[in-house]
Each structure stands twice: as structure tokens, then as C-alpha cells.
């Protein structure tokens, strides 16, 4: 046998049964976002590499080693976009979106990242986006964090997500809890791990965030963020922790919550659950003031969210909230002389009549057992049968399939049209 191709590592192909899945979820998403005033923004899967390592940060994970880079004919470095805030804010900087005005933005589709693939964890993913441009007070921060409990509350999955909040400062103040952090691990150097060890030079916020058991230990006792804020970062933090107490939002202050990504400033915050093992967020955003001046723009405030779609499908299925899908509501078959074609006028005029239904012409022939079988197969609701003496007498067979005892009538077409969609509708 001729050797067969299979798919890239962690890239995975989404079949029948799970786009069925995923189109409620993104259905679901889109309209919650809409409900909010946002606008969808479509950027390209290709971007310079510069613009991820000036964004994200020559020293993250992600743009350290996750990247999928390469040079295109012409010689020039691209990657596959491993996130979507850097090209979103290129894309308004080049089109002159953010200049003195507010944007209420989203975006949904892939970002490509090369790490070790398990559950939850895959190279290429999906992420839906959410980023606001030119609004600096805590409203707003609420504001997405609202939009994303909207989300748990649509899905009915509110109870299994809990919100982890955390604020970084301002530059200023970052810096300065930067070099007293950096002297506090320096004392406990020889016992930190040795990813520890190395990001206490090139990122030692990052250490807040270590797994290893040792140096949590030694990090219980260091200095905390929250000691080193100024007034204005301490009344934005209260301002926002007000508005959700009062929204009936509940979160837990997370003093290590530092997030990957070497743009945020003040806000931070992740939904987090239990029922996915290690890859437990499933949404993680925050403030990102610096950014837009970063990559050329005039100073404009900015705040986002990124809610990976692989693992709310898990925890939604796992939860059995989704539906499965019927692959067809009307099975339509025949058979006989002009079955054929009977058929496929009789399916048009009923698409054109019932144009939200799906409605499956059984094709290739065979006997009414076979055709049958495939509509059960189908889970269909109903069959519409021609048989010989419908054609002949302009008349439907509609056998309701869902229903034990088989019910079965034959009757004129726009009779039949209304039982069909009254059984739809049932
Ligand atoms: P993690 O800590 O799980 O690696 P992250 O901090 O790298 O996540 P972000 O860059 O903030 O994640 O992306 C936002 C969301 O996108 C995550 O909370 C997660 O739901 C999802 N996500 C990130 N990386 C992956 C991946 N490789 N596979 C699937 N989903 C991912
Ligand atoms: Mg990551």
C-alpha cells in the first residue's frame, strides 16, 4: 500500500460530529458579542515576525520557542500568528481605526503555537478575541469580564468557572517590584527550579508563575505586587473589583497571576476550572496601555480577552451542554419510473419552502428498506416518500420517524406541507 500522509503533530481536523459542536458554541459567541456592540475584525494568518517579538516580548515562551517561523520566497521572516492582540493592533494601526477613537473589537480563528500537544493543548488552536481601544477607566476592564460571564451564563456553565484576578501596576511601579523580587529569588537562587533560575534575569515575573513545588515554597514569602502600587493603579483595582462585586460577579485575588504575554499593565485576570486537569483556563486578558505606542501609534488605552475554543468545546462536552446535531430533518426518497426525477423537483420546491430545514434527496437508487435504513441512520425526523402512485397522483407519503408507532399519511402537497412543518417545529 502507497504510504499514506498524515496530519501535522497537535493540528487537528474537526469532523462532522464536532463541527456540529463547535458551530452552536461559535454561534453562541457570536451573538453574545454582538449583544455587547462589538465588531469583527479579520486579520491574516501570516504576519511579520517582528511585529510578534516587538509585541509580545523577545523573551516568552511564545516567542522564545513556540513560533512557527519561516522565510517566504522574497527572503522575509513570517510566522503563523500565535496570538491575536499583535495583529489586531496592526491592523487598526494601519488603518487608522484607534487615532481618537473608541473600538469595541472581536475576532475568532486560528493561532499556531509549537508546543507539546495533550488534552487542551494543541499547535494550532482557536482563540476568539476580544480588544476595546481608547477607554482607560475600570468600566471597561468590568465591562469584558461581563461579556465573558455572559458567555459561562449562555452556556449554562457559570457554576464551573471561577474568575482569578490580579493587577501588574503601571510600568513604573512594575519596575521597581521587578528589582525587589529580583533580590529576593537572588537570596533563594541555589533552590529554584531551573526554568526559575534562568527567568529571574530575562522575566522574574514569570516566576509568580512556576509549577514547581519548591519554589512556590520559597515564593509565599516574597514581596507582593500590591505593596508597590501607586494611588491611581490602587483606585483602578478597586474601581473594577467594585463594579463586579456589584454586577454579581465573584472572583478570587490571585497575587501570582501574572499571565504570558509581556504586555499587560494594571488588569489581569483568567477563568479558570477544574474539569479540564491541567489545562485548566479556558479566558485570560487584561490591560495592555503600552502597546499601541509600542508598535508606532500615539499612546492609546487598551484591554482584551482571549477564551481558547478547544477548551470550552472539552468542558462543554464533558458537561454534556451541546446538543447533537440532526445531519438531515427530511429524508427524501422514491422510487419507481421518474422517481429521480420527481425527487429532485419535489426536494426543491420544498427547500424553497422550508429554507431553515435540512432536507436530504436520497440518491442512488435501491429499494424503499435501504432508503430507509439510511434515513434512520440520519436520525432524520421525517421520511417524504414518492412511491409510484404519489407521482401519479401529485401527492406525498410523509412517515414521521421519531415516533415509535410510525405514523404515516399521504396527502396533497400543501397538506403535507404543513405537517412537515409542524413536526419540524415539535
Ligand atoms: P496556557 O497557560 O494554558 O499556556 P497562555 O497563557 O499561553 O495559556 P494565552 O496566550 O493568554 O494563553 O491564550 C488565551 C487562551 O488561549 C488560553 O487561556 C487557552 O484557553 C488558549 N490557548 C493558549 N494556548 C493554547 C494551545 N496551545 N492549545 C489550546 N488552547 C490554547
Ligand atoms: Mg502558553
Request: charged content about 25%; some cysteine.
Amino acid at each position: 500500500m502507497a504510504l499514506t500522509v498524515q496530519a501535522v503533530r497537535g493540528m487537528n481536523d474537526l469532523l462532522p460530529a464536532d463541527t456540529a459542536r463547535w458551530q452552536q458554541v461559535e454561534q453562541v459567541l457570536r451573538e453574545t458579542v454582538a449583544s455587547f456592540g462589538y465588531s469583527e475584525v479579520r486579520m491574516p494568518l501570516l504576519e511579520k515576525t517582528n511585529l510578534f517579538s516587538r509585541a509580545i516580548g523577545e523573551v516568552t515562551d511564545v516567542v522564545e520557542k513556540e513560533m512557527y517561523t519561516f522565510e517566504d520566497r522574497s527572503g522575509e521572516s513570517l510566522s503563523l500568528r500565535p496570538e491575536g492582540t499583535a495583529g489586531c493592533v496592526r491592523a487598526c494601526l494601519e488603518h487608522n481605526l484607534i487615532y481618537n477613537q473608541e473600538q469595541r473589537l472581536w475576532y475568532m480563528g486560528p493561532m499556531f503555537r509549537h508546543e507539546r500537544p495533550q488534552k487542551g493543548r494543541y499547535r494550532q488552536f482557536h482563540q476568539l478575541g476580544v480588544e476595546v481601544f481608547g477607554l482607560n477607566g475600570p468600566d471597561i476592564d468590568a465591562e469584558i469580564i461581563l461579556l465573558s460571564h455572559a458567555l459561562w451564563q449562555r452556556f449554562g456553565i457559570a457554576d464551573q468557572l471561577s474568575l482569578q484576578l490580579n493587577t501588574l501596576g503601571s510600568n513604573a511601579e512594575r519596575l521597581k517590584y521587578r528589582e525587589s523580587l529580583v533580590k529576593y529569588l537572588e537570596q533563594h537562587f541555589a533552590d529554584l527550579d531551573e526554568d526559575s533560575k534562568r527567568r529571574t534575569y530575562t522575566n522574574p515575573l514569570r516566576v509568580l508563575d512556576s509549577k514547581d513545588e519548591k519554589t512556590a515554597e520559597i515564593l509565599k514569602e516574597s514581596p507582593k505586587l500590591t505593596d508597590f502600587l501607586g494611588a491611581e493603579s490602587r483606585a483602578h483595582f478597586d474601581g473594577l473589583c467594585d463594579l463586579l462585586s456589584k454586577c454579581g460577579v465573584s472572583f478570587e485575588l490571585n497575587s501570582r497571576l501574572v499571565r504570558g504575554l509581556d504586555y499587560y499593565n494594571l488588569t489581569v485576570f483568567e477563568w479558570v476550572t477544574d474539569a479540564l486537569g491541567a489545562q485548566g483556563t479556558v479566558c485570560g486578558g487584561g490591560r495592555y496601555d503600552g502597546l499601541v505606542e509600542q508598535l508606532g501609534g500615539a499612546p492609546t488605552p487598551a484591554v482584551g480577552f482571549g477564551l481558547g475554543l478547544e477548551r470550552l468545546v472539552l468542558l462543554l462536552s464533558a458537561l454534556d451542554k451541546l446538543k447533537d446535531r440532526r445531519l438531515a430533518d427530511i429524508y427524501l426518497m422514491g422510487a419507481g419510473e421518474g422517481a429521480a426525477v420527481a425527487q429532485a423537483q419535489l426536494a426543491l420546491k420544498l427547500r424553497k419552502d422550508l429554507p431553515h430545514a435540512k432536507i436530504m434527496n436520497h440518491c442512488g437508487g435501491g429499494n424503499f428498506k435501504k432508503q430507509f435504513r439510511r434515513a434512520d441512520k440520519l436520525q432524520a425526523r421525517a421520511a417524504v416518500v414518492l412511491g409510484e402512485s404519489e407521482i401519479k397522483n401529485g401527492t406525498l407519503t410523509i412517515k414521521d420517524l421519531q415516533n415509535q408507532e410510525g405514523l404515516q399519511q399521504t396527502l396533497p402537497y400543501g397538506q403535507a406541507l404543513d405537517l412537515l412543518k409542524a413536526m419540524l417545529q415539535a
